[in-house]
């Protein structure tokens, strides 16, 4: 096999955390399954995290979420490559000899940096006090906090514009007029509006100031929070699944540094014991990408958050989705003791 092909390239055998990290590390949201150099396999990202989402055991065998079914061409077809993936609706096509190994991987996104573009609105909730970054948002709002060079805002803004999004809405309220001098002092090269929320209505009372302006969807995003992810990607889901909201969950392992004692509460007596044990969960980032229909469901004028709102949502049969990334993909600022972690993984100063 091409060693090219390789990175690219698990075994049946190969657990799911390490297809993880090949799918990551080829940057085609794919890998592909073979059996003596066969292929009889793939498994995309969205694989993984469904598998997850449902509770999975990520140590298990790929073979446990891989998809048996996979595409593919032989080497002496004539294939329009690019418009087969289009009508597949797929981004990476093996090309296979006659005895079904992998000669040549085409993919629908060539590996040069491009993404593809979205150029989908903005809104950046921007109106919190930002009480557990006390001292420092006493003299600071949070979206103008420096990590290295540049605001933590302005972060996420050239994050979103690596994707062609370039129009802004900002939703402020404390300190605001500090926000507003800042960002039209600068020469900006993206459409940023101001809205202002007259009181302190929540993660989500603000967002209803915007209904009615849109017609295609929107992403959310915290003020203190980037996520490495595929935005595109993050959208595609979104639309095929016809979601109200979109939510983007981490994927967080947490140790208890204790040993626990399971009890029963009749008796008091010890049921089990487990030493340090470890436990995993989705956590919400803070980034979310919504339909139009989602600001119908914000009361005016009230203070409530983005979680009321969303279990209303599910309450009502609304669909609800997740997104998954990795625990290190997620980057938050919102507490001091992460302020170093996010600037170690932007490699700043």
């Known amino acids: 096999m091409n060693a090219n092909l390789t990175c690219y390239i698990v075994s049946e055998e190969t657990s799911i955390v390490d297809t993880m990290k090949t799918i990551d590390a080829g940057d085609n949201a794919i890998a592909f399954v073979c059996r003596d150099e066969h292929l009889v396999a793939a498994v995309s990202d969205g694989d993984v995290r469904r598998y997850i989402i449902a509770g999975g055991d990520i140590s298990q065998p790929v073979s446990r979420v891989a998809n048996y079914n996979p595409i593919s061409v032989l080497y002496n077809e004539e294939v329009d490559y690019d418009g087969y993936m289009r009508e597949k609706v797929i981004n990476a096509l093996p090309v296979l000899d006659e005895t079904g190994r992998i000669v040549d991987i085409r993919f629908l996104r060539k590996r040069s940096g491009i993404k593809k573009e979205i150029g989908l609105p903005v809104v950046i909730m921007a109106g919190g006090r930002g009480t557990r970054l006390k001292p420092f948002t006493e003299i600071l709002p949070k979206p103008l906090i420096p990590i290295g060079s540049k605001t933590i805002t302005e972060h996420i803004i050239s994050r979103f514009q690596e994707y062609e999004c370039d129009h802004f809405d900002m939703i402020v309220n404390y300190k605001k007029n500090f926000i507003k001098s800042y960002f039209q002092d600068n020469e900006n ?161």
């Open 189 to 349: 090269k993206y459409d940023i509006s101001f809205i202002e929320e007259p009181e302190f209505w929540g993660t989500a009372g603000g967002l209803k100031l915007i209904e009615g302006k849109y017609e295609e969807p929107v992403f959310i995003t915290n003020c203190d929070i980037l996520v490495q992810a595929d935005y595109s990607d993050i959208v595609d889901t979104h639309v095929r699944n016809d979601n109200i909201i979109t939510i983007v969950c981490a994927r967080k392992r947490v140790t208890i540094p204790y040993g626990t004692i399971e009890t029963d509460e009749k008796t008091g007596r010890a049921i089990a014991l487990k030493e340090k044990p470890t436990f995993e969960f989705n956590t919400n980032t803070g980034l979310y990408i919504i339909s139009p229909g989602f600001l119908e469901k914000i009361p005016p004028r009230t203070k409530i958050d983005i979680t009321d709102v969303i279990e209303s949502c599910i309450k009502e049969g609304e669909k609800v989705g997740t997104y998954l990334v990795g625990e290190e993909d997620w980057l938050d600022m919102g507490q001091l003791e992460a302020m170093e972690q996010m600037k170690r993984s932007l490699n700043v100063e």
